[in-house]
């Protein structure tokens, strides 16, 4: 059993940074691969990035790529998404999820879910 909680989010102008955490319990959790997603309004929930459970593979949309990282720290059980270069269209609600899946992008491969943290970009 695996709970996530993420923190992190906030309102930034365009062009700004965000750090957000994904913390969770369970002494497993360092098995776990992980993955980022996010749902804007009126929007199907969308796959952002994943790491794979050593933390040597990453994995990322193309929109996000070059902006934003993901890393873990199994010792702290926490997975991080640092978001740089923010725009508008980043905002959404971000979702960190855990499973046994090598990184996948589809959201249904997800068994545990966090209950989301928000990030709004203004212009």
């Known amino acids: 059993q695996v709970q996530l909680v993420e923190s992190g989010g906030g309102l930034v102008q365009a062009g700004g940074s965000l750090r957000l955490s994904c913390a969770a319990s369970?002494?497993?959790?360092?098995?776990?691969?992980v993955g980022w997603f996010r749902q804007a309004p009126g929007k199907e929930r969308a796959f952002v990035a994943a790491?794979?459970?050593?933390?040597?593979?990453?994995y990322y949309r193309d929109s996000v790529k070059g902006r934003f990282t993901i890393s873990r720290d199994n010792a702290l059980n926490t997975v991080y998404l640092q978001m740089n270069s923010l725009k508008p269209e980043d905002t959404a609600v971000y979702y960190c999820?855990?499973?046994?899946?090598?990184?996948?992008?589809?959201?249904?491969?997800?068994?545990?879910w966090g209950q989301g943290t928000q990030v709004t970009v203004s212009s």
């Open positions: 790491i794979t459970w050593r933390g040597n593979s990453q």
């Open positions: 369970g002494r497993t959790f360092s098995r776990y691969d």
């Open positions: 999820a855990a499973s046994f899946n090598g990184g996948s992008r589809d959201y249904t491969e997800y068994g545990y």
